[in-house]
């Protein structure tokens, strides 16, 4: 079992370039989220889905579209990269009050 | 809406000894869970403990335990017998139930350094 994995592990952009993240698992769980990480502080919910075909706006949405064609894979999408979105991502997924991380994504948009 | 506070933004043990990290939350779910992760440089986020807020009983996984205080709305983490692996960044976070389980609502962090 791999587990959570993430691709890619490091991304630079320029302002108004467009980059797709992608979360993928192997352990069957219908629930999967994105989380982004600023410097010196916690995890702050992106984008979430339930199950394959569905997503929900978690916390902090703006600037973010995210897919779930497939139960295994959750993407992650910026259609035009700002600075405000350099952050560390993470994806999770999970079935129960236990959820798994991934490794995390470290973006830098210059 | 949830919030959690960590009001400790750095804590420091000696190695073998006993430390603990402070974190408050607010909810207005009867049905919630409360988590302690472990961020490493590495930035993996590893699961330390959880606790569901129906059970009385204080969670316990080897050298960490927590003091759950319900009506006071305070989670504690206790590291004993610390070790110079446990040096991270600790994150407090809760969740509602049902089909909110993975939707964490974290705290600020209390980076934990250990002196050998």
């Known amino acids: 079992n791999a587990g959570v994995t993430q691709t890619p592990k490091f991304r630079v952009l320029k302002t108004g370039q467009s980059m797709t993240l992608l979360c993928a698992q192997d352990?069957?769980?219908?629930?999967m989220y994105w989380y982004r990480q600023d410097p010196g502080m916690g995890l702050r919910l992106i984008h979430y889905s339930v199950g394959e075909g569905t997503t929900a706006k978690g916390e902090v949405p703006d600037g973010y579209n995210v897919s779930r064609l497939k139960k295994q894979n959750f993407l992650l999408g910026l259609e035009s990269a700002a600075p405000s979105q350099t952050s560390v991502y993470f994806c999770?997924?999970?079935?129960?009050?236990?959820?798994?991380f991934g490794p995390g994504t470290r973006l830098t948009v210059t | 809406a949830q919030t959690v506070t960590q009001s400790q933004p750095e804590m420091s043990v000696q190695e073998a000894e006993t430390v603990t990290l402070s974190c408050t939350y607010d909810?207005?779910?009867?049905?919630?869970?409360l988590f302690w992760y472990k961020q490493p440089p590495s930035r993996q986020m590893i699961l330390v403990i959880r606790q569901e807020a129906y059970k009385q009983q204080n969670a316990t996984e080897n050298r960490f335990s927590v003091n759950f205080q319900k009506a006071a709305k305070s989670f504690s983490l206790k590291i004993s017998d610390s070790q110079l692996g446990d040096a991270a960044m600790y994150f407090c976070a809760s969740n509602a139930g049902g089909t909110s389980y993975g939707k964490l609502t974290f705290g600020q962090g209390t980076i934990l350094t250990v002196h050998p």
């Open positions: 999770a997924s999970g079935r129960s009050s236990v959820i798994y």
């Open positions: 909810t207005s779910e009867s049905d919630y869970y």
């Open positions: 352990m069957n769980h219908e629930y």
